[in-house]
């Protein structure tokens, strides 16, 4: 038995002695001309792409093939590639210690766009061109009014694309989908957007077309990814209107990086333009983080976690109007008792796995939770005068009161309240063969929500309420209700991107189907999605493309909810058809690169559920459909105008007709 244990020792060692010989180790330091090390380098063979990344101190090791010339290549953000030729002896150990040299100041930004990111329909967004809206918001889907949408609340972060509202949209943060609180009635109300522009390393952005990976929604999808540092790095800034601050670094040599941000709002002084006078406290706040663990080179772990709390508390003194006609005008001048007090708190957190088992296999396993506690509260008293204004030009008293014609009082109390979980598991895969990537999805999402109307409004006209009744007073509005839904979501997709030639041209294609299934009203939905890019080889660089592609929206809690409180499960999903064609032309102006695109887009639009929009709120009307279309073109260019600042101009056109049925 100890023979038989010390021959099978032998032949391990024997075996993992000769499994040393077939290879060598280069290992080293890489720094900057003046000694500073340049963690996260990214160091490769050249011949079979292997490779690793250099540790936060800069350090390196790397299993090279011996016996024969072996090219390295170094390369950093900011620096110089450089290339070294080593050989080495079997199971020898090199060591290399290399300055990398810092690329001239005046170079510009660089991006580079793979053959797989142009079959896609998302288009990349300069994120310096963010700072350059002059929107009191300061939030990043702001930048979206350059690429079709349009924003109808400037301190407000919902925007509507090609026809659609503001709940048509899809946003992901690193692959996690974001959800809004949904009781938010005011722009002023709403808050910080869920994106923290200190954070983001990318914008990608779609405003239809886009393909399978991305569902349920109907308009559009915008696509945020975050930092991930290399090195340490803070910020902090400050104004009347609030603050944020962030840091962000690596550590345990350069296996875990984070960036975590904080911010807060309190743009009181621009509430004072509104129309009603009074006492505003509006207070958002909100922390995010983001973290990412290297277990090794196959494996990662990342987290992404937001908390966000929103108050918004309004004391009402005094409104004036004025309307009418100019032969006859009138004012309304009303006074107030009692606050509004609306309160928004949300919590975020994912976890996401990510496996790579070879080159050309990637694996992604992803948990998620959100939960939003919402709460509008008012009590409000208001006593209001109609009165004959004088209007005869160059009068003392023009714009004073000459009549009184009417005085009253209303009194209006609200208590709305929700509460919502969200709970999101997901498998993502992607395999890639040279000119041909294949990525899969599968996703089941359980929710829970728990939502109480109680508002009722009661008005007083000259001695009697409205509506007039001779036996009882009545309201003038009233809603009671008390929801409690439980669904569950599955959905899956599979997506093929691949590319050849067609003559002297390049054809790219892209094409996917998702499916989707909702427990409430148990549909089961395929959603097919087609789209080609075509780049002939010209001297100009002129592209063209073409998508077609079907999109349905299953109804969300929101959406089931009509204006009385009441809850329809049993309504179906939202459809849109896209059809779009465009093309895109890249040339320079002034030794400097401008783009120019022009698209045409048909959305056929059928099971749609009819709304009506107050500011930011989108009641729905469930218990009636509609359908409809929109059509329209945009052009755009895009560049340098003024050097060194991103200017663009646009022009669309768009048309859209919706048909209620039955009415």
């Known amino acids: 038995m100890k023979r038989l244990l010390i021959g099978t020792m032998l032949m391990v060692w024997s075996a993992s002695w000769l499994m040393a010989q077939q290879t060598a180790t280069l290992k080293g330091q890489v720094t900057d001309e003046a000694g500073e090390v340049l963690a996260g380098t990214t160091v490769r063979v050249i011949a079979s792409n292997k490779g690793t990344m250099a540790d936060a101190e800069g350090r390196f090791a790397l299993e090279i093939t011996p016996g024969k010339p072996t090219a390295i290549e170094f390369t950093y953000i900011g620096f110089k590639k450089d290339t070294i030729i080593i050989t080495a002896l079997p199971g020898e150990t090199k060591t290399l210690n290399i300055a990398l040299k810092a690329l001239p100041e005046n170079v510009g930004e660089v991006y580079v766009e793979s053959w797989y990111d142009r079959a896609e329909a998302l288009r990349q967004i300069n994120i310096r061109s963010v700072d350059q809206i002059p929107l009191p918001s300061g939030n990043v889907e702001s930048i979206l009014t350059t690429l079709g949408a349009s924003?109808?609340?400037?301190?407000?972060?919902?925007?509507?694309?090609?026809?659609?509202?503001?709940?048509?949209?899809?946003?992901?943060?690193?692959?996690?989908?974001?959800?809004?609180?949904?009781?938010?009635?005011?722009?002023?109300?709403?808050?910080?957007?869920?994106?923290?522009?200190?954070?983001?390393?990318?914008?990608?952005?779609?405003?239809?077309?886009?393909?399978?990976?991305?569902?349920?929604?109907?308009?559009?999808?915008?696509?945020?990814?975050?930092?991930?540092?290399?090195?340490?790095?803070?910020?902090?800034s400050a104004s009347l209107l609030g603050g944020s601050a962030h840091i962000e670094g690596t550590a345990l040599k350069g296996k875990l990086t984070h960036i975590t941000g904080v911010r807060y709002k309190a743009n009181r002084y621009l509430l004072n333009t509104l129309q009603t006078d009074g006492d505003y406290k509006p207070r958002f706040f909100d922390l995010q983080t983001y973290l990412t663990y290297s277990v090794n080179s196959r494996f990662e772990i990342s987290l992404l976690g937001n908390m966000a709390r929103n108050t918004y508390i309004v004391i009402p003194q005094t409104r004036k109007t004025a309307f009418g006609t100019y032969q006859q005008t009138f004012g309304l001048t009303m006074y107030y008792e009692g606050q509004e007090m609306d309160r928004f708190t949300t919590w975020m957190g994912a976890v996401s796995l990510d496996?790579?088992?070879?080159?050309?296999?990637?694996?992604?396993?992803?948990?998620?939770?959100?939960?939003t506690a919402e709460a509008v509260t008012a009590d409000i008293l208001g006593e209001y005068n109609i009165d004959l204004l004088d209007n005869t030009p160059g009068s003392e008293t023009s714009g004073d009161s000459i009549l009184n014609i009417g005085a009253g009082g209303n009194l209006l109390h609200a208590r709305n309240y929700l509460n919502a979980n969200i709970y999101n598991i997901s498998h993502t895969g992607t395999f890639r063969v040279i000119r041909n990537n294949l990525s899969w999805g599968m996703n089941f999402q359980a929710e829970e929500f728990e939502g109480t109307v109680r508002e009722w409004e009661m008005i007083d006209?000259?001695?009697?309420?409205?509506?007039?009744?001779?036996?009882?007073?009545?309201?003038?509005?009233?809603?009671?209700?008390?929801?409690?839904?439980?669904?569950?979501?599955?959905?899956?997709?599979?997506?093929?991107?691949?590319?050849?030639?067609?003559?002297?041209?390049?054809?790219?294609?892209?094409?996917?189907?998702?499916?989707?299934?909702?427990?409430?009203?148990?549909?089961?939905?395929?959603?097919?999605?087609?789209?080609v890019l075509l780049i002939p080889a010209w001297e100009r660089k002129v592209s063209f493309h073409a998508a077609v592609g079907w999109y349905h929206q299953p109804p969300f809690y929101k959406e089931m909810i009509d204006p009385d409180g009441r809850i329809y499960r049993n309504i179906k999903a939202q459809q849109s058809i896209h059809v779009v064609a465009g093309t895109t032309w890249d040339f320079p102006i002034w030794e400097r690169p401008f783009r120019f695109t022009a698209e045409a887009y048909y959305k056929k639009l059928d099971h749609l559920i009819p709304y009506v929009v107050d500011d930011v709120d989108i009641q729905y009307l469930p218990q009636y459909t509609a359908k409809g279309y929109a059509t329209g073109i945009e052009f755009k260019i895009n560049g340098e105008f003024v050097k060194d600042a991103e200017s663009w101009a646009t022009l669309s056109f768009l048309q859209t007709r919706e048909d209620r049925t039955g009415d």
């Open 461 to 531: 006209s000259a001695g009697y309420t409205i509506p007039f009744n001779d036996y009882r007073i009545e309201m003038y509005n009233f809603t009671y209700a008390q929801n409690n839904l439980q669904s569950f979501r599955y959905a899956g997709y599979l997506h093929d991107v691949s590319g050849f030639t067609a003559g002297s041209a390049e054809v790219l294609l892209n094409l996917g189907v998702r499916f989707n299934y909702l427990s409430t009203n148990n549909q089961f939905l395929v959603s097919p999605r087609f789209r």
């Open 151 to 236: 924003i109808r609340n400037e301190m407000s972060a919902q925007y509507s694309v090609r026809g659609g509202n503001f709940d048509e949209n899809l946003i992901y943060v690193n692959g996690i989908e974001i959800y809004r609180p949904m009781l938010v009635k005011a722009g002023q109300q709403e808050g910080l957007s869920f994106v923290n522009s200190t954070l983001v390393s990318s914008i990608q952005f779609a405003a239809g077309g886009f393909d399978a990976r991305y569902g349920d929604k109907m308009s559009s999808v915008l696509d945020i990814r975050y930092k991930r540092p290399r090195t340490f790095a803070a910020s902090a």
């Open 355 to 371: 496996y790579q088992p070879s080159e050309k296999l990637s694996l992604r396993l992803t948990g998620s939770g959100f939960n």
